[in-house]
Each structure stands twice: as structure tokens, then as C-alpha cells.
Nanobody, 123 residues
């Protein structure tokens, strides 16, 4: 089992950058695929990015491709989401999620979730 804690959210102007962190407990974190999702009130949680534990390969939602970068440092039990060129439509609560399974983009692919961190981008 793994517990996840996100941090790094905040208020930023459009065009700015933030780096989110997801710190996990558990000695086998390196064997978990980790994803970032985001959610705005009244909407479903949507996929943002994922990093595979096997080979470190990554996938991104089209809406963030070229602006966001997901990475991990297993020695620190941490996954990062570097967000550049932020837009007001990126405003959401961002969640990290983990699972020992595959490489999915659905919320049902993940058993473990953090509490979320708010990102607000002003225009």
C-alpha cells in the first residue's frame, strides 16, 4: 500500500510556471505507475499525465502536451509535474494517483490517491 501527498499548488499569472510534487510512502514506490489528474467543480476528474514505472515512459493529455512535464525520482519517492505556460483553463485541483498496474488514463486504473493541491491561474 502507498500513501500520496501533493504539494506545490498556488496562485500564478497566465504564462507562469509551477512545479507540483507527489511524495509517496512505501518502500516499493519505484514499482508504481503514477499519474496526475485534475478536477474543477462540477466536472469529472480528467487525466493530465502519467509515468510508467517500468521504463519511465510518459503520456500526456493533448491539452497539456508541450507545456507540462512529468518526472520521477524514485530515491526520493517523488513524482513531479512541471507546468509551464500556464493558462486560466489549467485552474483545477490537481491529484496524483498510483497503481502497480499499467499505464492508464482513467481514474479507475488507480487505487491510491492523494488529497489534491489547488492550482489557480489568473488571466
Amino acid at each position: 500500500q502507498v500513501q500520496l501527498v501533493e504539494s506545490g499548488g498556488g496562485l500564478v499569472q497566465a504564462g507562469g510556471s509551477l512545479r507540483l510534487s507527489c511524495v509517496a510512502s512505501g518502500r516499493t514506490f519505484s514499482r508504481y505507475t503514477v499519474a496526475w489528474f485534475r478536477q474543477v467543480p462540477g466536472a469529472e476528474r480528467e487525466f493530465v499525465a502519467v509515468i510508467n514505472w517500468i521504463d519511465g515512459s510518459t503520456r500526456y493529455a493533448d491539452s497539456v502536451k508541450g507545456r507540462f512535464t512529468i518526472s520521477r525520482v524514485n530515491a526520493k519517492n517523488t513524482v513531479y509535474l512541471q507546468m509551464n505556460s500556464l493558462k486560466p483553463e489549467d485552474t483545477a485541483v490537481y491529484y496524483c494517483a498510483a497503481d502497480t498496474g499499467g499505464y492508464g488514463s482513467r481514474t479507475t486504473n488507480y487505487d491510491y490517491w492523494g488529497q489534491g493541491t489547488q492550482v489557480t491561474v489568473s488571466s
